[in-house]
């Protein structure tokens, strides 16, 4: 439900919620807030909460510190796992300067400009993810360790599977909140997850996935374990992914996804930093399904994008080398901006790769371009890239190379 300021007081004050959360994100996506008290959401509402922005990765130094978040009342969620009575709700923000103008490295607004750009052209996207995570053990000290919850492997089921008691919760704490989980099960690695998102419109996919990863966390913790979203937590089992499902209407009409995926390839090196943030990230790259040269094909697992088999509705790309560490805003941001130049440009799509990559040999192979191999490498496509600068802040690139 897309509630305004008024309805969102109103509920405040009818479910007797008594702590909201204003949430925002730094620029690797990492969820922040503050928590401010019923009575003064009207003030966050009308003049925003300030906070210092030098103590957040991205957001700059000492000089010129002071931002605000402006809480978007269409994201009110009340958190279920927290009382009823005097309860908590969160909200997602935007963050401005002092004079309201929206501060440049907010990378929800980076996307919200995208969004706006793909609209002016009669474009729509929608986005659904597929998000991988594995669960670990604590000690007895409370402590992470790294033995997995369990030793099943893919869509395997109870009692191997251990972890289906704890994607139950957390998909019926999603539905609480709104969000519609489309399916889950356990996947290849010991311990690992994956819960898959119904398609939505970008900044609502962008906000449900970093949703997702609090809620997962948090159910973890209640059930005694550790979640764990780095791409490749174990050095010798498969990596975690972050598959990003594409589709959209122009004018009301589906676009077929081979012209979507166009740009994605043409800009994919460009943009992998962003994609796969992390030292760690390029480890899975190239090892258990995760991609390493930038082909396409349909319905073959092995490549940088597929066209799944699918029909109406959930006719779609899917693009495979994104991990988990990603920040969505982001991802979602440049995935549009990439379509939108391939659409205009007439981009064309490469040959189809109709082959297994993991086998193929090194021959063939040598006839396709490699995603960066390491976070140096994508840094440096990224900072050297036209199409990066034009849509990306200096400040959030530079502070992807630090």
């Not at 605000?68 to 997602?92: E, H, I, K």
Request: hydrophobic share 35%; with cysteine; net charge negative.
């Amino acid at each position: 439900m897309k509630y305004t300021p008024d309805e969102v007081m109103q509920f405040v004050r009818e479910a007797d919620v008594k702590f909201i959360r204003l949430a925002f994100c730094d620029v690797f996506g990492k969820q922040r807030n503050i928590a401010v008290m019923a009575d003064e959401l009207s003030r966050a509402f009308e003049q925003g909460i300030a906070f210092d922005a030098s103590a957040i990765d991205g957001f700059g130094g000492e000089v010129k510190s002071d931002l605000f978040l402006r809480p978007d009342p269409s994201t009110l969620q009340q958190l279920p796992w927290r009382p009823q009575q005097g309860g908590v709700a969160r909200l997602f923000c935007d963050i401005t300067h002092p004079d309201g103008s929206p501060f440049e490295a907010d990378t929800r607004y980076i996307l919200k400009k995208s969004v706006e750009a793909a609209k002016e052209k009669g474009i729509g996207f929608f986005f659904g993810s597929e998000i991988e995570f594995y669960l670990f053990r604590l000690d007895e000290n409370g402590e992470r360790t790294m033995i997995p919850y369990d030793s099943a492997g893919y869509m395997d089921i109870a009692p191997d599977d251990k972890g289906e008691n704890v994607r139950r919760e957390i998909c019926l704490t999603l539905e609480q909140m709104g969000i519609h989980p489309e399916s889950s099960h356990h996947e290849s690695g010991p311990g690992q997850n994956e819960i898959d998102f119904r398609y939505a419109d970008p900044l609502a996919a962008a906000d449900n996935a970093v949703t997702f990863r609090a809620v997962v966390k948090t159910m973890a913790a209640l059930n005694g374990l550790y979640a764990d979203f780095s791409p490749k937590p174990l050095p010798d089992r498969d990596g975690s992914g972050m598959h990003i499902n594409i589709s959209a209407k122009r004018n009301g009409e589906p676009v077929p996804p081979k012209r979507l995926v166009s740009g994605v390839l043409e800009r994919i090196c460009d943009m992998t930093l962003f994609l796969n943030p992390c030292e760690n990230s390029y480890e899975r790259l190239g090892r258990d399904k995760a991609p390493a040269y930038v082909t396409w094909s349909e319905q073959n697992r092995s490549q940088l994008i597929r066209i799944p088999a699918a029909f109406g509705e959930y006719r779609r790309a899917e693009l495979r080398s994104p991990d988990p560490g990603a920040n969505p805003y982001l991802a979602f941001a440049l995935i549009i901006r990439a379509c939108l130049n391939g659409l205009e440009n007439g981009t064309e799509l490469p040959p189809e790769a109709d082959f297994n990559t993991f086998t193929a040999s090194q021959e063939l192979l040598e006839g396709y371009k490699k995603l960066p191999s390491s976070l140096g490498e994508a840094f440096s496509a990224a900072a050297g890239s036209e199409f990066i600068r034009q849509f990306i802040p200096a400040s959030v690139i530079d502070a992807y190379g630090r």
